[in-house]
């Protein structure tokens, strides 16, 4: 199975967290920023790590950007180089842009641009975020601590049919079924009776490595 392909434009603290886990995860990570220094900090943590500037389109189209799924514009407070990285990124039609915004001012003017995902990294963590990428089937995540993590994901086909009691999550997979919600109504504290039904979506409490266990049934 082909890797997912990823671009990372600017190496700062978030840039670069959201480039190294996302390798970290399996996934192909092109990380491009302005500052050589940035670039060799994270030059063995990613696929390939690349001195370039993205205000050039030509430079973006000469690295094959536009063959990329995803594009994370990750460049800080320099508001006329985020402005410009995205446009390029949009002509070389990039199917996925998500773009990092200073403020709020920032997220608007992204948005009017046609940014498919604006973050704020004050409110969003990029771990998190690198997570979200990673996993189709993870309806949301919010982040607990470093270690632990609420998640909400469709209920596995194997599961299906069976009881919380039969599945036994807690003991073999190391985390709690807190809800269960199906179309409008929503179970908390679901007793051990309770049966997975189709459609159901699962609200999961777990540490991190337990719950991409489950992410992976």
Same mark, same amino acid.
């Given at each position: 199975?082909? @890797? ?44 390939? !790590?690349?001195? !370039?500037? !993205?205000?050039? @389109? ?15 514009? *990750? ?14 990124? @949009? ?8 773009? @990092? ?20 990294p004050e409110q969003e963590n990029a771990q998190r975020l690198a ?21 909400d994901l469709p209920a596995p086909k194997s599961w299906v049919g ?5 599945l036994n999550v807690r003991a073999k997979l190391g985390v709690n079924?807190? !809800? ?11 007793? *051990? ?25």
């Amino acid at each position: 199975m082909k @890797k997912k392909q990823y671009l990372v434009i600017g190496l700062g603290r978030f840039g670069s967290a959201v480039a190294t886990t996302l390798f970290k995860k399996g996934m192909e990570v092109l990380a491009i920023d302005r500052n050589p220094d940035l670039v060799q900090a994270v030059s063995n943590l990613v696929t390939q !790590a690349v001195v !370039a500037d !993205a205000r050039d @389109k030509e430079v973006l189209k000469a690295l094959g950007v536009q063959d990329f799924e995803c594009a994370i514009v *990750a460049i800080g407070s320099d508001l006329a180089a985020s402005v410009l990285t995205v446009m390029n990124l @949009k002509e070389l039609e990039v199917p996925y842009v998500i773009c @990092k915004a200073h403020d709020e001012t920032h997220r608007r003017v992204l948005e009017k641009l046609g940014v498919d995902r604006v973050i704020i990294p004050e409110q969003e963590n990029a771990q998190r975020l690198a997570r979200s990428l990673n996993s189709h089937n993870v309806l949301d995540y919010i982040e607990l601590s470093d270690d632990y993590g609420i998640l909400d994901l469709p209920a596995p086909k194997s599961w299906v049919g069976k009881t919380l009691k039969e599945l036994n999550v807690r003991a073999k997979l190391g985390v709690n079924i807190i !809800a269960v919600e199906n179309g409008n109504q929503t179970n908390v504290s679901p007793s *051990a009776d309770y049966r997975i039904l189709e459609g159901d979506i699962l609200v999961v409490l777990g540490d991190n490595y337990s719950l991409e266990a489950v992410q992976k049934l």
